[in-house]
């Protein structure tokens, strides 16, 4: 075998390189292009909810992740949120870290007469932000490559905040007209989805019932997400 095949695999007789495809936030990426919504808010999504159960599941009573919570006094609204309403067998969990939340948020009180600054963000969004430069970090390197370009294009585009933070980290201009030229095709197909809303909203029309654009309002909705 030569130097360059042990580096290289043929799928669907295009040849990739080997270590770029065996990248684990690369197929994260490329799995998430499969999938509803942003790729990057999926991924990320995916990432909160790994983190989460891993900490109730094992972590709750850990002192290191005891005293991190502590620091920012739980999770912020979104992640609480998601802790209660998307993760299995959170309740007793909840319960134990909550009541040390109140416990030194009380003696805070008692002996200061206020309530203490976070100290750190939600450990959460930390675990977030760690995923969020991965992905971006590969999509610098990678997004002018055929798997990537292939699986973007079947998905649903970057939401206006992660796409912001693409073309921030996409150096070359051949890589930012790349995402680009996909992501403004994607958003020129939506329009077409939506004005076809639109029209069978029209009383005229409404008999001839709705296809593909019965959810396209979500989907416009979901790529405008800021922040």
């Known amino acids: 075998m030569d130097s360059e095949s042990k580096h290289t695999c043929i799928l669907g007789g295009v040849q990739y390189d080997w270590a770029m495809i065996t990248t684990a936030t690369y197929d994260l990426f490329l799995e998430a292009c499969r999938l509803e919504g942003c790729p990057i808010c999926r991924v990320e ?3 909160d909810l790994r983190y989460l159960d891993r900490l109730f599941y094992g ?11 502590r620091a920012s006094l739980g ?9 209660m309403d998307e993760i299995q067998g959170k309740a007793l969990g909840l319960t134990i870290i909550y009541d040390d939340l109140l416990r030194v948020a009380l003696e805070h009180i008692n002996n ?13 969004c930390e675990n977030r932000d ?9 999509l610098s390197k990678y997004i002018t490559d055929a798997p990537i370009l292939a699986a973007f294009r079947t998905s649903q585009g970057l939401c206006f905040g992660h796409l912001r933070q693409a073309l921030e980290h996409l150096r070359s201009a051949e ?9 403004c095709d994607i958003m020129q197909e939506l329009r077409g989805e939506l004005a076809e809303f639109i029209r069978k909203n029209d009383y005229r029309f409404a008999g001839e019932g709705f296809g593909a654009e019965k959810d396209s309002w979500k989907r416009a909705v979901r790529m405008g997400k800021q922040w």
């Open 45 to 47: 999504h995916d990432a």
């Open 59 to 69: 972590l709750v009573n850990d002192y290191n992740t005891r005293v991190r919570v």
């Open 75 to 83: 999770f912020c609204g979104e992640h609480a949120r998601m802790a």
């Open 112 to 124: 200061n007469g206020n309530l203490r600054k976070n100290e750190k963000k939600c450990p959460a």
């Open 130 to 138: 760690e995923m969020n430069g991965r992905v971006l970090s590969e």
């Open 175 to 183: 890589k930012r007209k790349a995402i680009l030229t996909i992501q």
